[in-house]
C-alpha cells in the first residue's frame, strides 16, 4: 500500500552537508506523521527527527538538534532532511518512517508502520 524510497545520501567531509529525500507512494502524504532514524553498524537503530501530520511540530535527537532540520513538501509527497555541520558519528544507514497511528512524538521503531530501504550517509573525518 504504502512504499518509501530514501535518496540523498553519500560521501561527505565532516563540517559539510548533505539533503536526504524520502518519497512517499501509494497513501495521502499529509496525512501522517514522518519520522527518519539512522542505524549504523553494530548499533541500535535511532531516532533523528519527525514531523506531524499538518507540519505544525517537529522533534529531533538532542545529538542533531541545531544541525538538522526536517521538512515536507505535501504537494510533492517528499519529506526532507538537511544535514549541515555533519560530524564522523552521523555516519548511517539513514530510513524514512511513516506513522499512521497519531502517536504524540512517535520516536520508537515499533511506533512506524512503514519504512524505506534506507540511504547510506558515509562522514569522513
Known amino acids: 500500500q504504502v512504499q518509501l524510497v530514501e535518496s540523498g545520501g553519500g560521501l561527505v567531509q565532516a563540517g559539510g552537508s548533505l539533503t536526504l529525500s524520502c518519497v512517499i507512494s501509494g497513501d495521502t502524504f499529509s496525512t501522517y506523521t514522518m519520522g527518519w532514524f539512522r542505524q549504523a553498524p553494530g548499533k541500535d537503530r535511532e531516532f533523528v527527527a519527525a514531523?506531524?501530520?499538518?507540519?505544525?511540530?517537529?522533534y529531533y535527537d538532542d545529538s542533531v538538534k541545531g544541525r538538522f532540520t526536517i521538512s515536507r513538501d505535501n504537494a510533492k509527497n517528499t519529506v526532507y532532511l538537511r544535514m549541515n555541520s555533519l560530524k564522523p558519528e552521523d555516519t548511517a544507514v539513514y530510513h524514512c518512517a511513516q506513522n499512521q497511528r497519531g502517536t504524540n512524538y512517535p520516536r520508537l521503531s515499533h511506533e512506524y508502520d512503514f519504512w524505506g530501504r534506507g540511504t547510506q550517509v558515509t562522514v569522513s573525518s
Open positions: 514531523i506531524s501530520w499538518t507540519g505544525g511540530s517537529t
